[in-house]
Structure formats: C-alpha cells, structure tokens
Nanobody
Framework: QVQVVESGGGAVQAGGSLKLSCKVS????????WAWFRQAPGKEREGISS????????YYSDSVKGRFTVSRNDMKDELYLQMNSLKPEDTATYYC?????????????????????WGLGTQVTVSS
C-alpha cells in the first residue's frame, strides 16, 4: 500500500520561507514523477511543480516560478518544496502526488487524473 505524507506546513509572514517535505512508502519512489499541488480556499486544486525521475527535470507554474524549488531525495524516498518570498496568495493546502506510471509523464501541465497517489495535505498560511 502506497503512503504519501506531507509535512512542513505552517504560518509565516509575507516574504518568509517554508520547506515542505513529502515522505513516500510502498512504491519505488525513484521511478516516478512526483508533483506538488495546492488548493486555496474557494478555489480548485492546481498543480504548481513536478519533478522527473532520475536527473529530475523540474517544472513550475508561472505563479511560483522563481520563488519555489522542487527537489527529491531518492535515497530517502522524499520530495521537497522550498518556498521563498511567500505571498498571501500562496495560502493553501499543499498536496504531494505521484503519477501512476513509472518513467512516464511529468510535464508542466498537471492533470489530476494522471496522479494516483495523494497525501492528505499540509496547510500553509501566509499573512500580510
């Protein structure tokens, strides 16, 4: 059984930083594309970043490009999201998700139906 557990969320002032982590178990983490999604209150969930297996090419939405950095540690089966220069509009629940096909997918378009493994999310609140 695949388990996906996010951590690292919290409350921060605008301009601050947070680093989210995602621990994955029950699957060969290193073979898959992993992504971060977020859902703000009253809005649809959106993909914001993803990273490929192996050399780990990364993709970012325009809303976070230049401020957020995704990374992975295949030895620890963990995914990370370093978030800098946070804005109030970054307030959301952040989810880690994995594509269901190994060595497949991963792009700058995040179709939710492609992602089969999801965590329960971690809350990030940015105050002005």
């Amino acid at each position: 059984q695949v388990q996906v557990v996010e951590s690292g969320g919290g409350a921060v002032q605008a301009g601050g930083s947070l680093k989210l982590s995602c621990k994955v178990s029950g699957v060969n983490f290193d073979l898959y594309c992993w992504a971060w999604f977020r859902q703000a209150p009253g809005k649809e969930r959106e993909g914001i970043s993803s990273i490929r297996w192996g050399a780990g090419r990364a993709y970012y939405s325009d809303s976070v490009k230049g401020r957020f950095t995704v990374s992975r540690n295949d030895m620890k089966d963990e995914l990370y999201l370093q978030m800098n220069s946070l804005k109030p509009e970054d307030t959301a629940t952040y989810y880690c998700a994995g594509i269901g096909e190994p060595i497949s997918g991963c792009s700058g378009s995040w179709r939710e139906s492609d992602f089969v493994w999801w965590g329960l999310g971690t809350q990030v609140t940015v105050s002005s």
